[in-house]
Nanobody, 124 residues
């Protein structure tokens, strides 16, 4: 049984930083591509960043240069470092993982099989 649990969300002022973490159970973070997604009220869920088995990080244009995704093998977690936060980054952030092959792009939610419950990020 796969479980993904996000943590690290909170409220920060514009220009501040947060570090999110996704703890995986029943899934090894290095076994497949994982990603972070976000959804603001009234908007579609969108891909933020993803990283594959051998690295290959992908970022949405809106966060390039500000967010960094990686895998912590020792802790079996997926961290997302968020710097220079902007009000438009406010959303519920989800961690996701896939098993199998992609049918869509690496930042398309439809490519992913497992999801966490989300952690709230608010930038004021």
């Amino acid at each position: 049984q796969v479980q993904l649990v996000e943590s690290g969300g909170g409220e920060v002022q514009a220009g501040g930083s947060l570090r999110l973490s996704c703890a995986a159970s029943g899934y090894t973070v290095n076994s497949g591509r994982m990603g972070w997604f976000r959804q603001a009220p009234g908007k579609e869920r969108e891909g933020v960043a993803s990283v594959g088995v051998y690295g290959s990080p992908k970022y949405a244009d809106s966060v390039k240069g500000r967010f960094t995704i990686s895998k912590d093998s020792a802790k079996n977690t997926l961290p997302l470092q968020m710097d220079s936060l902007k009000p438009e980054d406010t959303a519920l952030y989800y961690c996701a993982a896939f098993r199998g092959s992609f049918s869509y792009s690496s930042l398309d939610p439809r490519s992913y099989d497992f999801w966490g419950q989300g952690t709230q990020v608010t930038v004021s």
